[in-house]
């Protein structure tokens, strides 16, 4: 008979209002200030913009009522939801909060200026990250191997000798017709492999300025090549990726500022790991 008592819905609501009145009054003889929810002039400000940008008007009388009204019952269910523990075990919770601390952590770090030489610096200790790719410019001759079958290499050499001398002075109806660019302005490594594949792009890189070379292979044929001009990999300037050091130094900043504020934290903390119990039968 109690048994089936204690299952009664209605039990476990008068016991869920006993437990938030108990919690109430707990409060209530502390002396604290946790009853006074206490909307300042910022946080006025605050809604009365958020407001003006939703829809570029200021709220009337009765609708900033309803903001503040809003505002009261958001930090109502957060302080009565907090006391109750309904924010523990919360994935979604933890995860918000976590990311607010450590957007408090990263705007410490976007406070700070940041000088020249420290992106200089910067740009000389990454190398890699800033390093821009060779690029060369050129002008092909496309001989389809599907069009000309096992004649095209021989036909390839016969107009490269032509071609010899020639310069970039090409008639358009030199070669097969194709989808591929005859004119390729300067453009670097992966851009050419776009187009043209990878062992194409490696190829026409080491092709020396000013003559005619070929053929060169690529998935789509055979080509001749004419380099008009060829720049090495270089380092830039700072001038020429300044946004682009300064995005990735803060990032790195704010990662080591996060990495530090967590080692701090958990100097605070023992950290223990509870071994699984295991069945004395072998199971677990």
């Known amino acids: 008979m109690i048994t089936r008592w204690l299952r009664e819905p209605i039990v476990h609501f008068l016991a869920l209002g006993a437990l938030l009145f108990a919690v109430s009054h707990w409060r209530g003889g502390s002396g604290s200030a946790w009853n006074r929810i206490v909307i300042t002039p910022g ?3 605050s809604l009365v913009a958020t407001f003006t940008r939703t829809w570029q008007r200021p709220p009337t009388e009765a609708e900033l009522k309803g903001l503040v009204d809003d505002y009261v019952r958001d930090e109502l269910a957060t302080r009565e939801a907090a006391a109750l523990g309904l924010d523990r075990d919360d994935t979604v919770i933890r995860r918000r909060l976590r990311q607010k601390l450590e957007f408090l952590v990263e705007d410490s770090v976007d406070a700070a200026p940041v000088t020249d030489a420290e992106l200089q610096a910067w740009l000389e200790g990454h190398p890699d990250q800033f390093r821009v790719e060779p690029e060369v410019a050129f002008r092909q001759v496309y001989l389809s191997a599907d069009r000309r079958g096992d004649s095209v ?7 490269l000798e032509k071609l010899s001398g020639a310069g970039t002075d ?9 989808m591929l660019p005859r004119d390729v302005g ?20 080491k092709v020396e300025p000013g003559h005619w070379v070929g053929p060169v292979r690529s998935g789509y ?29 803060l990032s790195a900043r704010r990662r080591q500022q996060i990495d530090a504020k967590y080692a701090e934290m958990l100097s605070h ?8 119990r295991t069945d004395p039968g072998g199971g677990r």
Not at 170 to 178: E, I, K, T
Not at 187 to 205: H, K, Y
Not at 225 to 246: G, I, K, T, Y
């Open 269 to 276: 903390y023992r950290v223990v790991i509870e071994q699984r």
């Open 153 to 159: 290499e021989r036909d390839a050499k016969k107009l």
């Open 43 to 45: 946080q006025m400000d």
């Open 186 to 205: 300067r453009s670097t490594r992966s851009s050419i492999a776009r187009d043209f594949g990878d062992s194409f792009a490696d190829e026409v890189l």
């Open 170 to 178: 090409v008639a358009a109806d030199v070669g097969d017709p194709s």
């Open 221 to 249: 044929g055979l080509h001749l090549v004419f380099v008009n001009a060829r720049q090495a990999e270089r380092m830039p300037s700072l001038d020429e990726v300044r946004p682009l050091v300064e995005r990735e130094m």
